[in-house]
């Protein structure tokens, strides 16, 4: 679907900052501050539920350039749901890269245009695709995420019995 969506090209200097960007707010986001959460104390559900606010707490300057509040708002929304999304990525897979692609993902295939899809003469076609692609993600995102696949630090023996479990 997201195919069919004509957009603009990006220039080449816009794609690779845009690249780089994503390398850094992952590498800030994911593997400096949420262990640092785990660190202190904070079970691995409470890290996945605050990691995420210092992230969208970081879209709010946008407001100082004349962006509206609703957009601003609407983005730190979108921006804390996709965090947990990679917080989890992150905590189960005790990967950088499984957020990282995550997030390059996410941003080369941009906000689904929702609106669009009333107006659509395939929009039947549409909606059960969105639907059916939510509870496909929903239903295997448990079983893709596996930490024993991974070997994932934060279920080690060792890292749980240093930290709260909830």
């Known amino acids: 679907f997201f195919l069919m969506i004509r957009r ?8 690779s900052s845009a690249a780089s960007d994503v390398y850094k707010r992952q590498l800030l986001f994911r593997s400096c501050i949420f262990p640092i959460l785990l660190a202190s104390g904070l079970s691995h559900w409470l890290a996945v539920l605050l990691c ?5 707490v970081a879209h709010v300057h946008h407001v100082l350039r004349g962006v509206p509040i609703t957009a601003v708002l609407f983005q ?5 749901i996709f965090g947990w999304y990679a917080g989890l990525l992150f905590l189960r897979t005790g990967h ?12 080369v295939m941009e906000f689904p245009p929702f609106w669009e899809v009333p107006h659509r003469p395939d929009k039947v ?20 995420t596996d930490p024993s ?15 709260l479990i909830v």
């Not at 603009?8 to 794609?15: F, G």
């Not at 730190?76 to 804390?80: A, D, G, K, M």
């Not at 909606?127 to 295997?140: E, H, N, Q």
Request: contains cysteine; glycine residues 4%.
């Open 125 to 144: 076609l549409i909606i059960v695709l969105y639907v059916g692609g939510s509870i496909l993600f929903y239903a295997l995102l448990p079983y893709l």
């Open 76 to 80: 730190s929304t979108y921006t804390c």
């Open 8 to 15: 603009p090209p990006r220039s080449t200097l816009s794609s």
């Open 96 to 107: 950088f890269i499984a957020p990282l692609l995550a997030h390059a993902f996410c941003n």
């Open 149 to 163: 696949w991974y070997d994932s630090v934060f279920y080690s023996k060792e890292f749980l019995e240093q930290t």
């Open 52 to 56: 995420p606010l210092f992230f969208s």
